[in-house]
């Protein structure tokens, strides 16, 4: 399956000059259809599982501000040295097994299938109305993408969180996920499913809607096919991180809500929706948002990051001839 638009007329002399300069620059031995999205899901599977392996220690912290705010009262270096004292340096790398699987699998699915659906919407409405009408397409297509992303993650997102709420739970990813599907089932891994899309989605919309639309002023003003690789990633780096804050603000509320309902199993008979409404009552809206501070730096660094690694690698990867209905210079 192709990703350049079509050769056709589309009657308007912007767009016709935009796609003239997206066909001028296609190289006719770019990978197409199924090797260029496996390209794409790679350099997203890497970068996701990297950037959210190597920010562990952070997640950790933040994970215990939503779950035991009265005890981890004193922001994020404050937690960091009441976890270190209690619990020993190695403490704050719990989680990290899930934490990169997990993220492995869900940035192969986020990234691959947002450009795969950003081509379906073009397929399906032409390359004019996809382009006019863009910011509803990155919505959709991020939104798709991480629906089936999140079906991936959740069974290790809710070990993760065990692992990082109860430290005696488990002895990492192999043992934790055993324990919890023999004692609890596999319809346990996805209590949280509800909350991780609540959370996930709009993060994700929110995020790629962000990005695209930095990136799409800076080469407004910047010729994109005359900047060096260098600065491309620079560029990269500095709109994900615009699309980093944007999305924890976004998705914080559901964040504290998945730690919490994954932190220990519902009652006897007491249904996800049930559970979600009593922790939305406790929490009110301040301690919805507790430990933004942390998941605005943690979530800041790791989506710039996802930007400019993913960009590299599919430049490595020889994937460049990715999904464009941006009008830039």
Not at 103 to 123: H, M, R, T, V
Not at 126 to 137: K, M
Not at 288 to 307: H, N
Request: charged share 15%; net charge positive.
């Amino acid at each position: 399956m192709a990703t350049s638009p079509p050769p056709t007329a589309t009657g308007s002399n912007k767009l016709d000059a935009a796609k003239a300069s997206v066909a001028a620059h296609i190289d006719p031995t770019a990978p197409t259809g199924v090797a260029l999205y496996s390209r794409f899901a790679f350099a997203g599977a890497v970068c996701c599982a990297v950037t959210h392996g190597a920010l562990t220690p952070v997640d950790v912290v933040k994970t215990r501000i939503q779950l035991d705010p009265a005890t981890y009262n004193n922001g994020m270096i404050g937690g960091f040295k009441k976890v270190i004292a209690n619990e020993g340096a190695g403490a704050v790398w719990t989680g990290f097994g899930p934490t990169a699987a997990g993220y492995f699998l869900q940035g192969a699915f986020k990234f691959g299938g947002y450009e795969f659906f950003k081509q379906q919407s073009i397929n399906l409405l032409g390359y004019e109305t996809a382009s006019n009408n863009r910011t509803a397409v990155y919505l959709a297509s991020a939104g798709a993408a991480e629906f089936f992303a999140d079906i991936a993650l959740c069974p290790l997102e809710a070990t993760r969180i065990r692992l990082v709420s109860e430290p005696t739970f488990a002895n990492g990813l192999i043992g934790g996920f055993g324990k919890i599907f023999r004692q609890e089932g596999l319809g346990a891994f996805y209590s949280g499913f509800g909350p991780i899309l609540f959370k996930q989605v709009p993060y994700t919309m929110t995020k790629f809607v962000v990005y695209e639309k930095v990136s799409e002023a800076i080469y407004g003003v910047v010729d994109k096919n005359s900047t060096s690789s260098g600065m491309q990633t620079v560029y990269n780096l500095a709109s994900g991180l615009m699309a980093g804050f944007a999305a924890a603000i976004v998705s914080q509320p559901a964040d504290t809500m998945l730690s919490k309902i994954n932190k220990t199993k519902g009652l006897p008979g007491e249904g996800t929706t049930s559970r979600l409404i009593k922790i939305a009552k406790e929490l009110g809206l301040r301690g919805s948002f507790g430990g933004i501070g942390a998941r605005l730096f943690m979530v800041g660094t790791l989506t710039a990051g996802q930007f400019a690694i993913y960009g590299d690698i599919k430049k490595a990867l020889g994937a460049t001839g990715g999904v464009e209905i941006a009008k830039t210079k």
